[in-house]
């Protein structure tokens, strides 16, 4: 299968060109050119997340080895994701079992198998742009922590990540470069854009990136979606609605095309905090991205989500097919505090703050009471202790793996938020 520009379905790549170009040459994400319906007897069979995956995957991607692509994921799936019945018709699938508790593992670490598989078998090398506003970062170190052959340069801004993000981004060494730009999140994202139109650069650095818009992270994405309607089987036959806490917008946009699959899924919720672009624009038809305000849901902190193009393109720019199929609804900070509260308080259950922000906006959505609503759970709420002290004055226990990281030696480059310092570093 292709992959082609969402501004222009002329601009084809095969899916190797796809992941290391990172955006496609006019500017651009790369989406897959269509979507097939996955066959009805899988649908049927998929009670192993492998199995599925695979299946899932090759319908995109048909320049790897069958036996290398089952491989990868395997090797990327190593976690649970389990869907647990939270209270009443809701339910959350936890896909934060991975090495940085946070859903981000799933598409960095497919990513980085993908990127060794093709490099391995040309011996190339690469350099990774990422601009994070806290959970990307510590997925991608982790996952492409001393694959050979593979540069990372890592985007954050200076004092608007939690002191744990930061850790798991700036400790690892090697391979794994952590640049503090004195900047917001928006400044990150406008200076690995930069890099990567930057043709003079280009020509003499091999340059890609890892953030959302890689199309590497988005497709694995579907498999998770896919795993917790399946799970969902065990307690309801009914269509579930899916509440998608959402920032760049790359985790729903799997999920629209979990259902362009074929599966079964009633209705989508875009929840989001502060930054309520895409509520907006469902409401008004006008897309205006905003400088990002800080919030409790930090990785959330988006003021121009960049796969909003491929939200567009899923629904062929039709507003009313959009409409019918999203509803938008946006989160304060005070009433994402009061949900890990309520929530605590009756299931004794601890939301993250991004997954409280799903959670209270499947309550306010109208939905029916007998459908069952899925959240997606993004992050465990150890990465966000700060929020949920504040929250139920509790102090979440931090699982072991992340303690490590809290050990070690921040190593990291500081810049001013402009292109030309970041172009001077990278060269
Ligand atoms: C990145 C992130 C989100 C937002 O995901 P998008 O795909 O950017 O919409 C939500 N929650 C957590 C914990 C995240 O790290």
């Known amino acids: 299968m292709n992959f082609v520009s969402t501004r222009d379905s002329n601009v084809r790549n095969h899916f190797k060109n796809a992941v290391f170009h990172g955006l ?38 048909d320049d790897i080895p069958s036996d290398a692509l089952q491989e990868i994921i ?61 959970d990307t970062g510590s997925a991608i170190a982790n996952a492409f922590h001393n694959k050979e052959n593979i540069n990372i340069y890592i985007f954050y801004p200076s004092e608007k990540v939690t002191h744990l993000q930061e850790q798991q981004m700036t400790t690892l060494g090697g391979n794994i470069h952590a640049v503090e730009v004195q900047g917001t999140f ?102 205006e991205p905003r400088p990002s305000i800080k919030t409790y849901s930090n990785a959330m902190d988006v003021g121009n989500p960049s796969n909003f193009e491929r939200l567009l393109c899923a629904y062929n720019d039709n507003l009313d097919a959009m409409r019918s199929d999203i509803s938008g609804i946006s989160i304060s ?3 994402t505090l009061a949900e890990i509260r309520r929530v605590y308080d009756e299931t004794g259950y601890i939301l993250d703050p991004h997954t409280a922000v799903g959670v209270a906006a499947s309550s306010r959505a109208d939905v029916n009471s007998d459908t069952p609503v899925i959240v997606t759970a993004t992050a465990h709420p150890a990465k966000f202790p700060e929020v949920i002290r504040r929250a139920i004055n509790i102090e979440p226990e931090i699982p072991e793996r992340l303690q490590v990281a809290v050990a070690g030696k921040k190593q990291s480059i500081v810049i001013a938020a402009e292109y030309e310092q970041a172009k001077d570093l990278l060269e």
């Open 24 to 61: 496609a040459p006019d500017g651009g994400l790369f989406i897959p050119e269509n979507i097939p319906v996955l066959k009805a007897h899988l649908q049927n069979k998929a009670d192993d997340i492998h199995y599925l995956g695979y299946e899932m995957m090759r319908l995109m991607i």
């Open 74 to 134: 395997n090797k990327t799936l190593t976690f649970k994701i389990p869907l647990i019945h939270l209270e009443a018709n809701t339910y959350l699938l936890e896909v934060f079992h991975g090495p940085t508790l946070a859903f981000k593992d799933v598409g960095a670490r497919f990513m980085a198998n993908v990127m060794e598989y093709y490099l391995k078998s040309k011996n190339d090398s690469v350099t990774i742009l990422v601009a994070t506003s806290g």
């Open 186 to 287: 928006d400044d990150c994202q406008k200076i690995v854009k930069s890099a990567l139109m930057d043709n003079d650069l280009s020509r003499r650095i091999n340059l890609t990136t890892a953030n959302s818009i890689n199309v590497a992270r988005l497709l694995p994405q579907m498999i998770y979606h896919v795993w917790g309607l399946q799970q969902l089987k065990a307690y309801s036959d009914i269509c579930p609605v899916l509440s998608v806490p959402s920032g760049n917008f790359g985790n729903l946009v799997s999920a629209v095309y979990a259902k362009k699959l074929g599966f079964g899924i009633e209705h989508f919720i875009a929840a989001t905090n502060a930054n309520n672009i895409v509520p907006d624009y469902l409401k008004t038809g006008n897309f």
């Open 333 to 335: 900070d005070e009433d």
